[in-house]
């Protein structure tokens, strides 16, 4: 019997031990053994020497170059089909809005009565006293006409069978009179809105990682067609158990929706449109948001506002038919046999002639078709240098953001209350929502002009100045307040809050949409789910902190202010170590991650050698033409300004 052994002739190779464990010498090592029949082991079988096999060719520089020679020459954002499909993309953004602010109708704390009957089976009416400012936006309301308004009330009165609501959000009923989830039974409420943020934060998680590994198309597919049944389901929930269960399931969905769409979205765009892109897409949302109270107003009663939202996802089956896979994450994934089909595709539908294929992009796949496709997991980012650095800064500038943003909202309506600046749930709703939109408009011409980088930096900077002022100042100003000659009043501390709160809520919005934004395009193609699903997750326990807040009655709310203030001043520090994406091509691979390098924000004097540079633009620095290294590349253990690493 023979035993192959793997055995490089000649230099270049690293020779394999011998039986004995011993390496044969090599250079200036023992003299290589003369030319002479096969070698055997002590029992006398020959051991005979198999050619190992060359390594696997690098794939085509031109074909992973997307936004260089692929994107080009499918006309850009030019060609009708990808118009399209950037359109496609964007329709959905209304009913994600309507989705993700239900909550704010559907699980509404409303006025409450206690109904009760006396001997003649008349009814009477008394406010419960526990209800004073339960829903936490200062609103109240006086009874229906023939309830009287007691003076006094005991905690007896939650023993009450019946109870008479007063729904401020639109609806006839919603979720908490139908089940009368009030005094013993309030924290349920506060469970069911934990289902569809804690949904979002799994579906982030777990379909961004299936959607690097089985595309994005079957993630949105499979995501609309369980949204379908999961969120009609809940309309049809017995007990407030299996509505929140089935608000869990829900929320994964939807989560499976919302990343799908935004990595599709900017995959599909050139460098210079990315950011319009999708923001014009966080406008549509917006939209829903605003839309919002005259749905619900309509429907009027919860199970059918519920039907209503979940419904026009119907129309998104259709997105199996009309809506491709990425042609990016194919291409970056090395599935050349089904990027060449797209690619006809896209040339057939644009009407396009394939002779305009200058660079020769289809000659070129059609010699790497047989390749196997190169899938990655996000877990590959742990081996990484600067990626995995960049994802966690974000995730936490995102945490961040969304977590503090609570915080100044709970201030706004808390002073908002002591000065009677409003009661009304519509203006409370609609003032949340400007905020936002105003936000959003700001970002466009800071994020325009000082680029991704600079746009987070200036937004964080006012965020923490907000929160610091806030914990600080009006501490300062109240206790000046208390002096006889001071002239200061409480409304004072009051106004100023309230103007804290709204930049705050201003900034800390444009932190975490902005986050997102600069996540998914740092994050290489191979792994964008990934990286995308773990920022929306950051986001979404950001979320989570004003249902905790609520839950426990808003103990501990200055702690979690604080912590949040000083996780703002990290934050900004960490902000400088992250590179800068505007008009950059997006990397397709974790190398091409690797090499996205931070620069000065401020562009460097001419003449004036930067600290700071990449191995392609060290090669062609002036004073480094004559080193003989420099047409071999640059060592591995020696950094982009020539300093050796250790």
């Not at 003369?34 to 002590?42: D, M």
């Not at 989570?544 to 426990?552: D, G, K, N, Q, S």
Request: aromatic fraction near 10%; proline fraction near 7%; charged fraction near 15%.
């Amino acid at each position: 019997m023979a035993i192959d052994r793997r055995r490089e002739s000649g230099g270049g190779g690293r020779p394999l031990p011998e039986e004995n464990g011993s390496v044969p010498g090599a250079g200036g090592g023992a003299a290589a053994a003369p030319p002479g029949p096969p070698p055997a082991n002590a029992a006398g079988v020959e051991i005979q020497a198999v050619p190992v096999p060359p390594p696997a060719a690098a794939c085509s520089p031109l074909l992973l170059d997307y936004d260089g020679s692929v994107l080009p020459f499918l006309g850009g954002l030019g060609g009708r089909y990808q118009r399209t499909l950037v359109l496609l993309t964007w329709v959905p953004a209304l009913v994600i809005g309507f989705s993700k602010f239900s909550d704010s109708f559907l699980l509404d704390q409303p006025d409450f009565w206690c109904r009760e009957a006396d001997g003649q089976g008349n009814w009477s009416g008394t406010l419960a006293p526990i209800h004073a400012n339960h829903s936490g936006n200062g609103s109240s309301f006086p009874p229906p006409p023939g309830l009287p308004t007691p003076a006094t009330g005991n905690a007896s009165e939650c023993g009450c069978r019946e109870w008479h609501y007063r729904i401020r959000a639109g609806l006839v009923q919603n979720v908490v009179s139908k089940w009368d989830l009030v005094c013993d039974s309030a924290w349920k409420v506060h469970i069911a809105k934990f289902s569809l943020l804690v949904g979002l934060i799994f579906g982030h998680l777990i379909t961004g990682c299936i959607a690097d590994w089985v595309g994005r198309r079957p993630v949105l597919l499979f995501s609309v067609i369980f949204i379908l049944i999961f969120g009609l389901t809940v309309a049809l929930s017995v007990n407030v158990t299996m509505f929140s269960t089935l608000r869990f399931f829900e929320g994964f969905c939807l989560a499976g929706i919302v990343l799908s769409l935004y990595a599709l979205r900017i995959e599909l765009c050139p460098p210079g449109h990315r950011f319009m892109i999708t923001m014009v897409a966080s406008f549509i949302e917006m939209a829903g948001q605003f839309l919002m109270p005259g749905l619900a107003a309509l429907c009027r009663d919860w199970q059918v506002l519920q039907a209503v939202i979940i419904c026009p996802f119907l129309l998104m089956l259709f997105y199996w038919v009309i809506f491709p896979e990425s042609l990016r994450w194919l291409m970056a994934t090395q599935q050349f046999e089904a990027s060449k089909e797209l690619i006809l595709e896209f040339t057939h539908k644009n009407r396009m002639n394939t002779e305009s294929d200058i660079k020769g992009v289809v000659p070129e796949l059609e010699k790497e078709i047989t390749r196997r496709p190169k899938k990655v997991c996000i877990v590959k980012v742990v081996g990484t240098r600067n990626l995995w650095k960049n994802i966690v800064v974000l995730c936490v500038n995102s945490l961040t953001g969304y977590g503090i943003h609570h915080c100044f909202a709970k201030s706004m309506m808390g002073h908002e209350a002591k000065m009677a600046i409003t009661h009304n749930f519509y203006a409370d709703y609609y003032t949340m929502a400007g905020i936002a939109l105003a936000s959003c408009l700001a970002m466009c011409p800071v994020v325009g002009f000082l680029g991704r980088r600079g746009g987070l930096l200036l937004f964080m900077i006012l965020t923490a100045l907000a929160s610091l002022l806030q914990l600080g100042l009006l501490n300062l100003i109240g206790k000046y307040s208390q002096l006889p000659d001071s002239g200061m009043s409480d409304s004072v501390k009051d106004k100023f809050s309230v103007a804290f709160s709204i930049v705050g809520m201003f900034s800390s919005h444009a932190v975490g949409s902005l986050s997102v934004f600069f996540c998914a395009e740092i994050t290489p193609t191979v792994i964008r789910g990934g990286g995308l699903g773990l920022v929306l997750a950051s986001a979404g326990f950001g979320r989570l902190t004003a249902p905790i807040m609520e839950l426990h009655n808003q103990k501990g709310y200055f702690l979690h202010h604080v912590i949040f203030a000083c996780c703002t001043l990290i934050c900004i520090i960490c902000i400088l170590l992250l590179p800068e994406s505007k008009n950059q091509n997006l990397p397709e691979n974790i190398p091409d991650g690797e090499h996205y390098t931070r620069q000065p924000l401020l562009p460097h004097k001419k003449g004036e050698q930067p600290l700071l540079l990449t191995n392609s633009e060290l090669k062609d620095y002036s004073g480094l033409h004559d080193s003989a290294a420099v047409s071999d590349g640059i060592p591995e253990n020696t950094t982009a300004n020539g300093m050796k690493s250790m």
